[in-house]
């Protein structure tokens, strides 16, 4: 795994993200995929496209054992 690199105001959007219960990767990970829109992250987030642990899942979100 890489470092990721950004700027003050893209980490502040990752740390609203985080602040609505989502953990640091899950926000970064949003954010960048959604080529830095934090409106479209948050709602990627909500709407469970990232599962808690890898990258970009795309039905059935979180479950788990």
């Not at 829109?37 to 479209?40: A, F, I, R, S, V």
């Given at each position: 795994p890489?470092?990721?690199r950004l700027t003050e105001d893209e980490m502040a959007s990752v740390n609203r993200l985080m602040a609505l219960g989502f953990s640091q990767q899950q926000a970064?990970?949003?954010f960048l995929a959604c080529d830095k829109?934090?409106?479209?992250a948050a709602n990627l987030l909500?709407?469970?496209?990232?599962?808690d642990d890898e990258g970009f899942g795309g039905e059935g979100g979180g479950g788990g054992f």
């Open positions: 890489g470092v990721i970064a990970q949003a829109n934090e409106t479209l909500f709407d469970g496209g990232f599962g």
